[in-house]
């Protein structure tokens, strides 16, 4: 049976039970693994809607001239950031194409999240499929930056957040991670538009296409958003940022709009 998060009430102690263990996780550096995959992975959809912070995703990661293009758009705004989720054949083809593309990325503070290896939908692969899909995933993540990395964060092919991808979740402590917006028009006016709404606390999915069937240029799109965002008093920031500040805000009722939402949506606990 498939469900969906976003549907399900999460309280206090329990957002705080998994959110909260897999953030010490990261401050010691140590994979965190739950003790049972029946508990409640955090989804999260947006980020807090009291802060000006953004975050700009972009999907599977392909062509590595389109990564160094997206880099060089922020670089005149030293705070922004965005989070790559790529699949594993990316992190593989890009390093072979351009050495090093990775490790520049990290170095310019951006963040990986994880977006399975072949691209898979996961309603297809079990629990302990997705499990060893990451741990390879992982391993090539390693193999490229040099460097052991934790992750924190993982998108599923399609969107699909199938039980398995949750209980992977879970089980490998990742965020699963969706999105509240995305910018991808059939022209650049159209893109625009769409980013006039953007509010506190999104999450734009973006690709890294380059010249796709539909004829959308995911960069072109960005090199229009992030200055106009900038011009907006918004920040780009990585999704570990977002989720900070949507932790910070589920424990303090600052900013707090009462029933925008359930579980990791809402911006007050009960």
């Known amino acids: 049976m498939l469900y969906n998060t976003r549907m399900l009430p999460m309280n206090r102690r ?16 140590r994979p965190f693994i739950l003790d049972s995959v029946d508990a409640q992975a955090p989804v999260v959809y947006r980020g807090s809607a009291f802060y000006p912070r953004i975050a700009m995703t972009y999907d599977d990661c392909f062509h590595p001239e389109v990564l160094e293009q997206l880099m060089a758009l ?39 999240g994880y977006h399975t290896y072949h691209h898979v939908d996961p309603i297809v692969m079990s629990t302990k499929a997705l499990v060893a ?24 092919p399609g969107n699909d957040l199938s039980l398995s991808f949750q209980e992977l979740c879970a089980e490998r402590g990742l965020v699963a991670t969706q999105f509240s917006t995305g910018l991808e028009a059939p022209n650049l006016d159209e ?18 296409y380059q010249d796709p069937p539909n004829g959308r240029f995911d960069v072109d799109i960005s090199a229009k958003v992030v200055p106009y965002l900038a011009q907006r008093g918004y920040t780009l920031v ?21 029933g925008t939402g359930t579980a990791l949506t809402r911006t007050c606990l009960d």
């Not at 922004?80 to 090093?100: D, K, M, R, W």
């Not at 990585?238 to 009462?258: A, H, P």
């Open 74 to 112: 922020v670089r005149p705004y030293p705070e922004f950031h965005f989070t790559f989720f790529a699949v594993g054949e990316a992190l593989e083809i890009n390093e072979s194409v351009s050495p090093g593309i990775w490790k520049r990325l990290q170095k310019a503070g951006h963040e990986m």
């Open 133 to 156: 899909d990451f741990d390879q995933w992982s391993l090539k993540l390693a193999e490229v930056l040099g460097v052991e990395s934790r992750v924190h964060f993982a998108r599923p």
């Open 238 to 258: 990585t999704m570990s940022q977002l989720y900070d500040d949507l932790m910070r805000e589920q424990t303090d009722s600052k900013g707090c709009n009462i």
């Open 14 to 29: 329990d957002f705080l039970k998994v959110g909260g263990a897999a953030l010490l996780a990261t401050a010691i550096g």
């Open 191 to 208: 893109s625009m538009r769409l980013a006039s709404r953007i509010v506190n606390g999104d999450i734009v999915q973006m690709h890294t």
